[in-house]
Nanobody, 120 residues
């Protein structure tokens, strides 16, 4: 099973930038496509972006296009999500997971996520 630990969230002001990290302990990290998700308060978890196992291909949900950048460092078993020009609507718990490259469905264990709060 895939186990992940998310970090990097915090209290931010609108217009700022943030880089979230997701560390997987499994040595087979480089075999998996990975993705970021978020769950705003009172809402369902939503898909944000995915990246292929080798990091070459990426795809973004409509809600993440433009201000979000997904990347990975396979040597460190780490996935990243950069969020630029933060807005209050970005407030959510952010999660990462391994996903099926065709369906996008997560198949690993969900971590605790990392809280991002954007307010002035």
């Amino acid at each position: 099973q895939v186990h992940v630990v998310e970090s990097g969230g915090g209290l931010m002001q609108p217009g700022g930038s943030l880089r979230l990290s997701c560390v997987a302990s499994e040595s087979t990290f480089s075999d998996y496509a990975m993705a970021w998700f978020r769950q705003p308060p009172g809402k369902e978890r939503e898909f944000l972006a995915t990246i292929s196992s080798n990091g070459i291909s990426t795809w973004y949900a409509e809600s993440a296009r433009g201000r979000f950048t997904i990347s990975r460092d396979n040597a460190k078993n780490t996935l990243f999500l950069e969020i630029d020009n933060l807005v209050p609507e970005d407030t959510a718990v952010y999660y990462c997971n391994a996903v099926n490259s065709d369906s996008g469905r997560a198949f690993g264990n969900w971590g605790q996520g990392t809280q991002v709060t954007v307010s002035s």
